[in-house]
């Protein structure tokens, strides 16, 4: 048997999430059934983590083992030629059996694209979450630096999170402004990129992040709310889960890879 470690990119618009769900097509299905067609095993991947309803991935990492003497090298193109367009595999090695592609990750990054212009960008709409009204993004920035560091997040944590602690660390966190398409003397505001690096995340706990990093730029929150609201250990104190279209799995990192 061989150990197989792949990276993944998809477009989550049309799928339930990355993980096999009894209702709805998945990521995980879609790559499962790619597998199938090319070496007749039917098995289960390993990811490095979930993603939700409507969530994107760059840099997703999975793993399987297989009975396949398929080189390494030609793995990539043999299942992108049995995907659909809105999955595409990008890398593949070989790794020892051990490998576990959730129990090593060692970091995680994700970005949240917020469009602060009037009109949507047609090209992005299924990656970016449109806000029209107006944002101030020092606030937001001043709020989300208050995250930084190791603390329970059970705040920002779905009510439904099944993890046994809530404590995580998050070693960076800064938000981008690019206001390249910003027309003048209009409400453009321009597209808002808010990175968040950790050891690893809860069920939505990016979404309500952005969620309640979003009512700080409203001004329906101070920037000196987020500590408060972090030591409460209350879900009901923070801000509504953002949309699940603006997130994207960056990257995930392995000390030995």
């Not at 993944?8 to 199938?36: C, H, M, W």
């Not at 000196?224 to 972090?230: F, G, Q, R, T």
Request: with cysteine; glycine share 8%.
């Amino acid at each position: 048997m061989r150990n197989l470690c792949m990276k993944v990119s998809y477009e989550g618009t049309n799928y339930n999430g990355f993980q096999t769900q009894p209702d709805g097509i998945t990521v995980q299905d879609r790559l499962e059934q790619a597998i199938k067609s090319l070496t007749g095993e039917e098995l289960k991947i390993i990811a490095s983590g979930r993603t939700d309803s409507g969530v994107h991935a760059y840099g997703q990492v999975f793993n399987f083992t297989t009975s396949s003497i398929i080189p390494v090298e030609r793995w990539c193109m043999a299942l992108n030629t049995r995907l659909p367009q809105d999955i595409i595999v990008r890398d593949a090695i070989e790794v020892p059996l051990s490998f576990h592609a959730r129990r090593a990750a060692k970091r995680k990054t994700y970005l949240y694209t917020i469009n602060a212009n009037q009109f949507i960008d047609v090209f992005q709409r299924r990656t970016q979450y449109h806000h029209t009204s107006r944002l101030n993004t020092a606030a937001m920035e001043e709020g989300l630096k208050h995250l930084i560091g190791t603390y329970d997040f059970s705040s920002f944590a779905s009510k439904n999170s099944t993890k046994p602690s809530h404590i995580r660390t998050l070693y960076d966190a800064y938000m981008v402004v690019d206001q390249s398409m910003c027309r003048p003397n209009t409400r453009d505001q321009g597209v808002i990129h808010t990175y968040l690096t950790g050891s690893g995340f809860l069920q939505h706990m990016v979404r309500i992040i952005m969620g309640t990093l979003l009512e700080v730029g409203e001004g329906k929150k101070n920037a000196d709310d987020i500590p408060i609201i972090l030591n409460s250990l209350d879900r009901s104190k923070a801000g509504p889960t953002a949309e699940g279209k603006g997130l994207t799995l960056c990257s995930v990192e392995y000390s030995d890879l």
